[in-house]
């Protein structure tokens, strides 16, 4: 077992993201990591993602939310030499300008603080932010997707932060994130299901059909 890595290696055994991250560590590879990532659709689909079955879910089914999108984009550069680190943040929904409907911004503000993911990586020296959580249909509706990525500068955060949180690696992520899941109370987390059933069944309904949404996406709860 690699320190940090844990089962998420067992990926590594597949040749899965070996063959996404075999090109090496130049500008144009870590431009295509993260287009790659940022093109999984959108969806909350709660889970630990510690496990090679649910990262290779995500892959095979083409859609996560933030969570597992950023452990498979710290893992193509983790792959690839870099350094990687995860970010945990702090947010409201309602707080963070996003065009959700009527009444799904009105269940927004029933929430509590919620959780948001991200990753960065050592590039040249510098710790470089990488937000690959909005796909690109997401724009057509108002989302801030982050387009057109340099390969070398901070990417936009997916969401307005109240306070923020960095891990070492996914193992100590995890184990921050889960504590943080296991703090809400009954009454947060009805809330909270309720809010991420609207939200993934607008999500689906907006961006039309496609080969992605059977199985288990659709029944999300």
């Known amino acids: 077992m690699i320190k940090g890595a844990s089962l998420m290696d067992k990926i590594t055994i597949t040749g899965v993201l070996e063959e996404l991250t075999r090109k090496g560590d130049d500008p144009a590879s870590r431009i295509n990591f993260f287009n790659r990532v940022r093109d999984i659709e959108y969806l909350i689909c709660p889970g630990s993602y510690l496990r090679e079955a649910d990262l290779l879910g995500v892959l095979r089914q083409n859609c996560g939310s933030c969570l597992p999108k950023h452990y498979l984009l710290g893992e193509m550069f983790r792959l690839s030499g870099y350094d990687v680190r995860y970010h945990t943040y702090s947010f409201r929904w309602e707080?963070?300008?996003?065009?959700?409907?009527?009444?799904?911004?009105?269940?927004?503000?029933?929430?509590?603080?919620?959780?948001?993911?991200?990753?960065?990586?050592?590039?040249?020296?510098?710790?470089?932010?990488?937000?690959?959580?909005?796909?690109?249909?997401?724009?057509?509706?108002?989302?801030?997707?982050?387009?057109?990525?340099?390969?070398?500068?901070?990417?936009?955060?997916?969401?307005?932060?109240?306070?923020?949180?960095?891990?070492?690696?996914?193992?100590?992520?995890?184990?921050?994130?889960?504590?943080?899941?296991?703090?809400?109370?009954f009454g947060e987390k009805v809330n909270l299901a309720r809010f991420t059933n609207m939200l993934n069944k607008w999500l689906v309904s907006s961006r039309g059909p496609s080969k992605s949404q059977s199985g288990k996406r659709e029944n999300v709860r």
């Open 95 to 185: 707080a963070s300008a996003l065009p959700l409907p009527e009444e799904i911004g009105a269940c927004a503000g029933k929430l509590p603080l919620t959780y948001h993911v991200a990753c960065s990586a050592l590039i040249d020296g510098r710790w470089t932010l990488l937000d690959a959580t909005w796909n690109m249909p997401l724009k057509t509706l108002g989302f801030p997707v982050n387009e057109k990525w340099d390969g070398s500068s901070d990417t936009a955060l997916a969401v307005t932060p109240v306070e923020g949180f960095i891990s070492p690696d996914i193992m100590a992520h995890s184990k921050l994130y889960q504590c943080k899941m296991r703090s809400y109370l």
